[in-house]
């Protein structure tokens, strides 16, 4: 006789958890014009803010990448911390 047990019956499995959901967040889209309303800037900030926008070439993926990338880098080594 082996001292080897095959009797792998470990009775009911246990009852998953229920999860509970979360409530869904309401977003807020504003237009930059409403934005500007409710945060207000001074004439120098918004003509900062004219002009970096001016200087982004939406057809050039290559410009939008890299500067995703960055972004992504700074976020990922925020949330690191």
């Known amino acids: 006789m ?3 047990n095959t009797d792998f019956n470990m009775g ?3 009852e998953p958890e229920t999860l ?5 967040l309401e977003v ?8 500007y309303k409710r945060y ?4 120098t900030e918004r003509d900062q ?6 200087k982004i070439d939406l057809y050039d ?3 939008i990448m890299q ?7 700074q976020i990922a080594d925020f949330s690191g911390q």
Do not use: C, H, M, R
Request: glycine share 2%.
């Open 20 to 24: 509970q959901a979360e409530p869904e």
């Open 40 to 43: 207000p800037l001074t004439t």
């Open 28 to 35: 807020e889209v504003l237009t930059a014009s409403e934005e």
């Open 61 to 63: 993926s290559n410009a």
């Open 12 to 14: 009911a499995a246990p």
């Open 2 to 4: 082996s001292d080897f």
């Open 49 to 54: 803010i004219e002009a970096f926008a001016k």
């Open 67 to 73: 500067y995703a990338s960055g972004t992504q880098k």
